[in-house]
């Protein structure tokens, strides 16, 4: 079963830096994309960034993150990153891994989507 787990979130002040980690497991063929999103308290789930498999250089970033995070993976490790920067109270929330990848179904590789269970940021003023 594929698995996503996130880590490295955290209580931090304003101005300062988190990376996130997003490790993967399971049976994967390979990855198409991943990404992450974020979800604040009363909110609904908004993307940050996502990558595609063309390389780091194929990212794709939210206006209001753009400048202060950067998202890059590691495809030998199928991991995933998220270096942030200059933090501010409204980016609390609960951050979450998703990944389109190729996983084996009843014999065929298959494209599915999946979800990790996230990890709280909390940006103190």
């Known amino acids: 079963q594929v698995q996503l787990v996130e880590s490295g979130g955290g209580l931090v002040q304003a101005g300062g830096s988190l990376r996130l980690s997003c490790a993967t497991s399971?049976?994967?063929?390979?990855?198409?994309?991943m990404g992450w999103y974020r979800q604040a308290p009363g909110k609904q789930r908004e993307l940050v960034a996502t990558?595609?498999?063309?390389?780091?250089?194929?990212?794709n970033y939210a206006d209001a993150v753009s400048g202060r995070f950067t998202i890059s993976r590691d495809n030998a490790k199928n991991t995933l990153y998220l270096q942030m920067n200059s933090l501010k109270p409204e980016d609390t929330a609960v951050y979450y891994c998703?990944?389109?990848?190729?996983?084996?179904?009843?014999?065929?590789?298959?494209?599915?989507?999946?979800w990790g269970k996230g990890t709280l940021v909390t940006v103190s003023s």
């Open positions: 399971g049976p994967i063929f390979s990855i198409r994309a």
């Open positions: 990558v595609t498999s063309g390389g780091n250089t194929n990212s």
């Open positions: 998703n990944a389109d990848l190729f996983t084996p179904e009843s014999g065929v590789w298959t494209a599915k989507n999946y």
